[in-house]
Each structure stands twice: as C-alpha cells, then as structure tokens.
C-alpha cells in the first residue's frame, strides 16, 4: 500500500507500507518520548510529520484502456 506523507519541512514523499495504521501513527506522533517514526524505509521527526495519508491505487484491471 501506498502513504503520502507530508512535513511541516516541505518534504512530499509517497512511501509503501506493508501495513497502514492510521491510529498507530497518530498514537506514536502524541507520544512525547517518541523522537522519530520509520514510516516504510523513511525515517521522520515526530513533531515533523504534518500528514500520513493512504493513496487510493487504481483498478487498473477496469480501465478503458483494454477497449
């Protein structure tokens, strides 16, 4: 699964995941003894982090282009 994640640093990063926990994440980011969180093979500062969010994949198996 694919994760944008953004930083209040201007980072824009798209990242896959093997499994997405949005309550997790969020427990981990209001975790002050937490210093840093490996998101996929990208490590970010906790307080860094602006948003993690799941990027809908696209059925290609249905798209016009087998017409």
Known sequence: MMVRVT???GEDDTV???NYDAQKITK???DTDIES???GDGSYSRIDIKT???IEELDV???DAEA
């Open 28 to 30: 981990m980011r209001n």
């Open 16 to 18: 896959e995941v093997l």
């Open 52 to 54: 993690v969010k799941p």
């Open 61 to 63: 198996s249905t798209s």
């Open 37 to 39: 969180i490996q998101i």
């Open 7 to 9: 930083t209040h640093s």
